[in-house]
């Protein structure tokens, strides 16, 4: 006689199963990937370390791995909460949505290896290209999963709103846009500006924060107004 567990997973929807098989894979590569990238740091050699002045030479020799490590680590940061976002909006899942979060798992599962990279070649420009353009890949298919939700309403917990449409979109291309646009200033500036051009990100997020506050204001000021309003 089948088991009560059995029962229900039987019971369960494939379409449902397979979403939550699609999250635990993206837990691991993306555990995986920043484990890997905290490890290319290179570890200190005991007998070397012998004086304080060797100990700040080895700090400072740190400084550039330590920059590449924290731009990543943010960066991916994003891209792994924008995720977790977009992972509560669907229940169910399709044969595109698997491949398009396919897709975005293979940037995650690359970062590692374009991170040694460019902590090898800094300032070598098809090294910057190619790490920018791996994080171009992991937006843009989470911009074609936000589209294929919108085409198929019947994976989502809830249509979404046209406002709530436009701020995702805005969200989801913002790091893609800055990393295309890191693409043009190491390509036709020059290599050395191409790591400061991460920091439009900064009023980007701050405008983000403004947004998602005032969306959360407008539901109290509309109830407000509901309240006070004669019968």
Known sequence: MPNVETVERQTIDPAVRSLARIERLTDVIYGLSFLLILLQ??????AVLLSSESINRYLNDQLPSLGIYLT????VGFYWQSHLFMASRFVRSDATHRWLQLG???GVALLPFVNDLLELMPLQSPIQVAYSLVLVQIGFFDLLTLVHG???PELLAEPLQVQHRWHLLFELALEPGVCLLSVGVSLFLSPAWWEWTFLMLLPGYGLLGWMDQKALKTPQIEDQSESISPK
């Open 104 to 106: 975005g798992l293979m």
């Open 41 to 46: 740091i290179d570890r200190p050699d005991s």
């Open 72 to 75: 990543t680590f943010v960066l």
């Open 150 to 152: 919108w085409r198929r």
